[in-house]
């Protein structure tokens, strides 16, 4: 089974501010990571496939980059909307596996 | 408009059975492979099951592999999961998901809005 280790698990920045988040894969998984959003009560909503293709509807400042093992996704600049718990998924190999989470907090 | 429901959910006593449904609408139901993802309250995802676009490929994770089964009825556009032999640690809201084969054409989008499956006793 493929293990997808998210860091840091909490990151605590203003509105306006980057957020960098970070997902290593215990082998590689290609280019066949997504990244999703979920809210306290909400269903999980997909940002990235293919690590690095927006979803339909997903603004601009939100953008997916690496391959193989190592997998990064980057919110340019915060918005109110944007504190949220964030996934990370392959789905190179069965089983899928997700991460463990990044929460995005308000400082 | 994508939209995915799911029903069946509740509380179940440990060693029983449940059925949960997941109702499709806004997209060919029979063109599209569809999964069902968990998540024990407070904690994170967890992958349970994918079946193919025919229903003739299923897949399964291993903590329910034997006593949970997938299918789908593509004349009534609906998702099944059956679950049996259900432990305290099958407690989680389960979600039905569009899509989800391994290096199939997208990952799991969209999602429906969850229902919650308790055992206890």
């Known amino acids: 089974e493929i293990v997808l280790t998210q860091s840091p698990a909490t990151l605590s920045l203003s509105p306006g501010e980057r957020a960098t988040l970070s997902c290593r894969a215990s082998?590689?998984?290609?280019?066949?990571l997504a990244w999703y959003q979920q809210k306290p009560g909400q269903a999980p909503r997909l940002l990235i496939y293919?690590?690095?293709n927006r979803a339909t509807g997903i603004p601009a400042r939100f953008s997916g980059s690496g391959s193989e093992t190592d997998f990064t996704l980057t919110i340019s600049s915060l918005e109110p909307e944007d504190f949220a718990i964030y996934y990370c998924?392959?789905?190179?190999?069965?089983?899928?596996?997700f991460g463990g989470g990044t929460k995005v907090e308000i400082k | 408009e994508v939209q995915l429901v799911e029903s069946g959910g509740g509380l179940v006593q440990p060693g029983g059975s449940l059925r949960l449904s997941c109702a499709a609408s806004?997209?060919?139901?029979?063109?599209?492979?569809m999964s069902w993802v968990r998540q024990a309250l407070g904690k994170g995802l967890e992958w349970v099951s994918a079946?193919?676009?025919?229903?003739?490929?299923?897949y399964y994770a291993d903590s329910v592999k034997g006593r949970f089964t997938i299918s789908r009825d593509n004349s009534k556009n609906t998702l099944y999961l059956q679950m049996t032999s259900l432990r305290a640690d099958d407690t989680a809201v389960y979600f039905c998901?569009?899509?989800?084969?391994?290096?199939?054409?997208?990952?799991?989008?969209?999602w429906g809005q969850g229902t919650l499956v308790t055992v206890s006793s």
């Open positions: 998901a569009k899509g989800g084969m391994v290096r199939g054409v997208k990952p799991f989008d969209p």
């Open positions: 806004g997209f060919t139901f029979s063109n599209y492979a």
């Open positions: 079946v193919t676009v025919s229903g003739g490929g299923t």
């Open positions: 082998q590689s998984v290609s280019s066949y």
């Open positions: 293919d690590a690095s």
């Open positions: 998924q392959q789905r190179s190999n069965w089983p899928q596996t």
